[in-house]
C-alpha cells in the first residue's frame, strides 16, 4: 500500500537494476480493492507479459480466541484471502509460471492469539492446492519465523521471543528462507512447510508427536502421583511452599527469571509480567510438570502465585482428606471423594462418558435406552471435550 514509500523502496529500486533488471516500477495499491488491483494489471505493457505473482500481503491483529472481534476477523482475512483471490482471478488469462503466496505456519500448527491470522493462511494454502489441481501455477509458502524483523515481526517482544524459542519452530536466517523459496520453486508441490525445526521439543504438540513417531517419554511429565507422594507426609504450609516453588518455577522460565524466589506470590500474573498468551503456557506447563488437567482459565481464575498454588493442592487432595492416616495418603475417605466428586464439572463427565452410568445408578436414566441415544451422545460428548482431551481422541489415544 506505501509503494515507493516504503522504507528501503528506493535502495530496492536501484539493487534490481544493478542485478540486470531493465525497469522496475513500485507501484502503490491496496491489494483488497478490486478496481486498483484491475488497474494496475492493465498498466504491466503487453512487451513485458506478467508471468509471476508473488503474493506477501499480510498484517496482525492478535487476540485470544474467546476475546477476538470481528473486525479483527475482518481486516486479517482481507489483507491475505480477499487479495489473493483477486489476484488469482485478475491474472487467469495470464501465462504464469509462478504464482506465489506466502502463507504461515501458524495455519498447520495454530499459533497462540492468531486464530484470525491461522485461518487467513490456511486460506492462501488451499488456494495452492485449488489452482494446483486445476493446472494452474501454485505454491504456498508456510513460513516459521523470519529472524530478520519485518513491520509484522518487529514489535515483538523479548517476552515474545524467548515463547518462541521454547517453540518446535526455530527463526530462520534471510539466506535459508531465500535457499527455501528456490528450492519450492523446484518442485510440482503446492504447499511447503519452511521453518527449521526444534525436534527436541516436537513432543510438546501431540499432532507433531504422532507424525513424527515421537511420543512424549515419561521425564517430560511429573506424573500426578509422583507429585502426591513428594507432599505426603509434609505439613499444609509445607506443602503450599513445595507447590508454589514449582509454580514460580515454571512463571521463572515464562519470565526468563533465574531467582524465581524473587516472584511475587501474592501479586496478579499480570501485573508480573505475564499475558493472556503466556498465561495459556504457564497452565500448560502446569499440566505436564503436574500431570493435573487445568481449565484453560485456571491462571486468570486463580489470578496469583498463592492462588494457584491452592487450586493446584485441592486438586491433588480435595478437602477432607488433609487429615487422613500417612497410610491412607493418595487414597481419599468416602467423604474426600463425594466432595472431589461434587466438584467434578458435568462437562468433564460427559467427556469421560460417565454422565449415563451415574445417571443410572442415581436412578434418573433407563439402561435399556442406551442403544439409541449413544451417538447422540456421543456428539455431545465430542462438544464438550477440553482440546487437550479432543486431540487424544481425535488421535485415537485415551491414555
Ligand atoms: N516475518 C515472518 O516471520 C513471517 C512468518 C510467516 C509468514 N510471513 C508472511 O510473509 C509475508 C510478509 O510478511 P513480513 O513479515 O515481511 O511483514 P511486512 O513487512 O509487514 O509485509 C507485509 C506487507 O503486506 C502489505 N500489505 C498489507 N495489506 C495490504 C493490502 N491490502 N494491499 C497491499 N499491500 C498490503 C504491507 O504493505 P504496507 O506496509 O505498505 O501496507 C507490507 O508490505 C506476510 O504474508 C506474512 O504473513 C512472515
Redesign the pocket.
Known sequence: ???PH?PGADQLHDDLLTLGAHTVTITA????NPTALTDLIHTIPTEHPLTAVIH????LDDATLTAMTEKQLRTIL???VD?AVLLDALTREHDLGAFVM????AGLLGSPGQANYAAA?TFLDALAAHRHANGLAATSLA????AQA????GHLSDQDHARMSRSVIVPMSSERGLEIFDAADRTARPLHFASPLNLAHIPQLPVWSRLATVRPTATTHQSGPALTEQLAGLTPTERHQHVLGLVRRQIGVILGIDNPAVIDATRGFLDQGLDSLTAVELRNRLHTATAIRLPATAVFDHPTPNALTQYLLDQLAPAGTESAPAADRGEPGEEGIRRALATIPLDRLRGAGLMKPLLQLLGLADPSADADASTESDEESIDLMAIDDLVQFALGDES
Not at 102 to 105: C, E, I, L, R, Y
Not at 143 to 146: D, Q, S, T, V
Open positions: 500500500r506505501q509503494g516504503a495499491c491496496d491489494a483488497t506477501t500481503t499480510g498484517a482481507a489483507s491475505k487479495s506466502f502463507s504461515s505456519a493462511n513460513w516459521g519465523l523470519w519485518s513491520a509484522m515481526t
